[in-house]
């Protein structure tokens, strides 16, 4: 099966601002953005298509020509907690070190750490793999989010679990993988 992992347009938040699962605007290029995405598109057909329920997500599927898309909670960003919508440079919490440190291990404060993310995707991939119409799947697109592609790509062997945060997607790029 061949999954099209596609990344969100660009947000509208600024700069260093740790924004997670806040549900935020995207920036005002976001057509153009779209456009582009859409045009990579045009000639697939796809068997399924899930979103995460983000606006995010759902705006640039729903533009792309999927406003049905399936939505799903385990293909949300990584949840930052207590850090949501701040800048890091603001966070005064002892556990942000231990984060950038072991961002892979450590949860940021009342959020997630990466391994929960990856145990919620992982659910998906395996609900994916084991669903009764999976047989019959040949392509899905999937929009989401650069830590979900991340994930994804790990769990599947197409990127090394080290080196996730050295090959986040750009926004609106979408990630071709094949699913066994």
């Not at 207590?82 to 440190?101: A, K, S, V």
């Not at 793999?129 to 994930?151: M, P, Q, W």
Request: proline share 4%; aromatic share 10%.
């Amino acid at each position: 099966m061949e999954i099209f992992l596609i990344r969100h347009t660009s947000v509208d938040v600024p700069q260093g601002i740790c924004y997670g699962q806040s549900d935020v605007p995207l920036k005002s290029s976001f057509e153009q953005e779209a456009e582009i995405v859409k045009k990579q598109l045009d000639n697939e057909t796809f068997d399924a298509v899930y979103t995460s329920p983000l606006s995010r997500c759902v705006k640039l599927s729903a533009y792309c020509g999927y406003p049905d898309a399936l939505r799903d909670d385990r293909l949300k960003e990584m949840y930052m907690g207590d850090w949501e919508m701040r800048t890091f440079n603001e966070i005064e919490d002892p556990r942000l070190q231990e984060w950038y440190d072991d961002f892979l291990h450590v949860p940021t404060r009342n959020g997630e750490s990466y391994q929960d993310l990856l145990a919620r995707v992982s659910s998906f991939l395996n609900e994916l793999r084991s669903s009764e119409n999976a047989s019959g799947y040949d392509k899905i697109a999937i929009f989401t989010h650069g830590g979900v592609l991340l994930c994804v790509q790990s769990l599947t062997g197409y990127i090394h679990p080290d080196n996730v945060i050295q090959q986040l997607p750009a926004y609106g790029e979408i990630v071709r993988i094949l699913l066994g």
